[in-house]
Every structure is written in structure tokens, then in C-alpha cells.
């Protein structure tokens, strides 16, 4: 879509009147349907129809930027649990299997010292919000920006193959915006 046709969606969009409640719901259906599109994603990476993944990925994708706008124009969430945090961690894992489904070798190729990063970082920050429970995920500038690089890894690995220079950069940009978020996890906690 091109940069006028987004302006332009964005200005009628913004022109219709929402409650603040209605915005609310919309916002937690389309994170739901985020969650949910993780089954037939990993249902047709399986059975390697990389198309149909491409495609349901996609609209997954574009319902995490939807979202976003209905709930900043939304009222509050009646729940303490991070919704949007946790499907995009959900999402994020689920990738890491599609590509392991889907791209072979991916693993192998790129596992290391990545995932091992990944997965102590979100250890200990799932550690520091299971013992308090009032942190909420938080929603860093370069955590946007990194997030929407790795959900660009997938499309891109699909269309074009095994590019290592772009997956190299999008998992050191991905370690950075963990280690951004864990900073601010210690800092909160100490």
C-alpha cells in the first residue's frame, strides 16, 4: 500500500466517531486473532505450504499494527495481563519454529549465539514479572522497530531464500532490543 493510500485510511479512519470502549474491543479481537493465527500458520509451515504462511503471516502482522492504533484511541484494559506483549512473544517464538519448519538449516546456520541470548534474557525477564506481577511489558521505541524487523525475517526468507547478511542483522538488532528491555526490567526492579 503506498504512503498516501496509509494517510488517507488514516485520516477517515480518524474521522470516524468510536467510543472509547468499542476501540477497546477491537483492539483486544485483533491481538486474539494474532494469537490464534499461530495454529493454521504452523499447520501449513508443516506441511510446507510456504504461500499460505506467507499470506496468514501477513494479515497476523497487520493485525499487530491495528491494534496498536485502536488501543491508544481506546479505553483502558479492564485486565492487568499485557495482551499485546504477550502475543507478540507468542508470535515471536512461533516464528522461530516456522523458519525451523520452513527454511532449512535455519537453525543450525544461525542458532548460535543468538537463541542461547534470547533465552536467558527472556528467562530472567519472565522470572522478574512472575515474582512482580504489576510489571507489564514495556513498549520501547527500538523494541517497535526491532519487532517489525523480525516479523519481516519470515516474508523475506520466503521470498527471496536464505539471505545470512539480513538474518544476522535482524537477530543482532533482536539481542539488542532484549538486552534494551532487560535493562529495563533490572533498572525497575532494583
Known amino acids: ?25 477491537i483492539a483486544d479481537a485483533l491481538t486474539w486473532a494474532r494469537i490464534f493465527s ?23 502482522a497487520l493485525t499487530d499494527l491495528l491494534d496498536g492504533w485502536f488501543a491508544r484511541r481506546g479505553a483502558p484494559s479492564k485486565s492487568d495481563a499485557d495482551l499485546d506483549g504477550i502475543a507478540d512473544l507468542i508470535l515471536s ?15 543450525s546456520a544461525y542458532w548460535l549465539p543468538y537463541l542461547p541470548i534470547f533465552l536467558v534474557l527472556e528467562i530472567y525477564m519472565t522470572t522478574v514479572r ?14 517497535r522497530f526491532a519487532m517489525a524487523l523480525f516479523f519481516s525475517l519470515l516474508p523475506v526468507l ?33
Open 1 to 25: 500500500m503506498s504512503a498516501s493510500a496509509v494517510c488517507l485510511a488514516d485520516r477517515y479512519i480518524r474521522s470516524i466517531q468510536m467510543d472509547k470502549q468499542a476501540a477497546r474491543t
Open 38 to 60: 499461530v495454529v493454521p500458520i504452523t499447520v501449513f509451515a508443516f506441511y510446507q505450504l510456504k504461500w499460505w504462511v506467507f499470506g496468514i503471516y501477513i494479515a497476523a
Open 93 to 107: 517464538f512461533a516464528t522461530l519454529l516456522w523458519l525451523w519448519l520452513l527454511v532449512p538449516g535455519f537453525v
Open 130 to 143: 512472575l515474582r512482580h506481577k504489576r510489571y507489564a511489558i514495556p513498549h520501547l521505541q527500538f523494541g
Open 158 to 190: 520466503i521470498i527471496w531464500g536464505d539471505v545470512p547478511w539480513f538474518v544476522h542483522g535482524v537477530l543482532v538488532v533482536g539481542v539488542v532490543s532484549k538486552l534494551q528491555l532487560s535493562w529495563a526490567f533490572w533498572t525497575r526492579s532494583h
